[in-house]
């Protein structure tokens, strides 16, 4: 019997032959790394239910997999993801979901890993989403600059928002032979073909014939389409989804997916993961060339 390597000690280098994780280095490699590339990616998901189909790591796996593409291409240093997240009241209940209940604690979680990030040298952060939490990063940017008075470049971004031009287009093709049936909300046809193409082995083809919510309802009952919009926010409604209660999962969507997951194929997920990698990268491009190594904007705001 071979040696047993884990997921975690199985080096991951980018195409230049250079370590992309964080964790994975020494400090004299931060060290070096951060007079080549002062950026660094934090993947922020979550441990939630996605029906019975899908892994419960699955926001968590998706930001990752985006980061570690892009990193393998730009050279910029990823930081080990922060696995839970702030949920939603209308997710907690659910087997397999593990929120984090204070608000102010995830906050403050990700704000110091952003902080000592920062310390150890990577003054251009990007926070990057993959879970329905985007209403609480922000503060983290915030506090940051204005508690911290860190001098760095602080971004916050979802997977989602590289691609909101794609999944607005429910029912047209977004590539030849391929287009959303249904629109992007929960555990369904847009998640599940994400995760089919990054991850297929992590999908249970069998369990996915049955992953169908048996209706779907809202508390604004006939108005929920109109003036509620849908994961990601891309239809421009008045309210956007966390802007208003919604009905809890566990007694309205019990298989644990809110929209149909029958309809997913990883051809979907391809279109979206690598559009967005693509766009991705070409920010990175751009940043690394506006602003170098050491080189930042001046961000902090004057105290009264």
Not at 251 to 259: A, C, E, F, L, N
């Amino acid at each position: 019997m071979g040696r047993y390597e884990s997921r975690f000690t199985r080096v991951v280098l980018n195409k230049y032959g250079k370590k992309i994780y964080f964790d994975q280095m020494s400090s004299h490699e931060i060290e070096e790394r951060v007079k080549e590339c002062d950026i660094v990616i934090v993947p922020c998901g979550s441990i939630e239910c996605h029906g019975p189909h899908a892994p419960v790591g699955e926001d968590s796996f998706i930001g990752a997999y985006i980061a570690e593409r892009v990193a393998y291409e730009t050279g910029v240093t990823v930081a080990p993801p922060i696995w839970y997240g702030s949920h939603p009241s209308h997710h907690y209940g659910m087997i397999g979901t593990i929120p984090i209940e204070n608000k102010q604690t995830y906050i403050d979680y990700v704000r110091s890993v952003c902080k000592w990030l920062i310390h150890s040298g990577f003054k251009k952060v990007l926070i990057l989403n993959s879970h329905g939490q985007e209403y609480v990063l922000p503060i983290v940017k915030d506090d940051l600059i204005v508690k911290d008075r860190v001098k760095a470049l602080i971004m916050v971004t979802s997977w989602w928002s590289w691609v909101r031009d794609l999944l607005a287009k429910v029912g047209e093709e977004i590539a030849p032979g391929v287009k959303f049936e249904t629109p992007f909300i929960h555990a369904d046809e847009v998640e599940t073909s994400v995760m089919w193409y990054i991850g297929p082995d992590l999908i249970d083809k069998e369990k996915l014939k049955k992953a169908k919510a048996e209706k779907m309802v809202g508390v604004l009952k006939d108005k929920q389409d109109v003036y509620v919009d849908k994961a990601g926010n891309v239809f421009g409604k008045p309210f956007g989804w966390y802007d208003i209660s919604q009905l809890p999962e566990v007694k309205y969507y019990p298989v644990g997916v809110v929209g149909d997951a029958t309809k997913a194929d990883p051809k979907k997920g391809e279109v979206l993961i690598e559009t967005c990698i693509k766009r991705m990268i070409e920010f990175i491009e751009w940043l690394k060339k506006t602003y170098p190594p050491g080189v930042v904007p001046d961000v902090v705001p004057p105290v009264p």
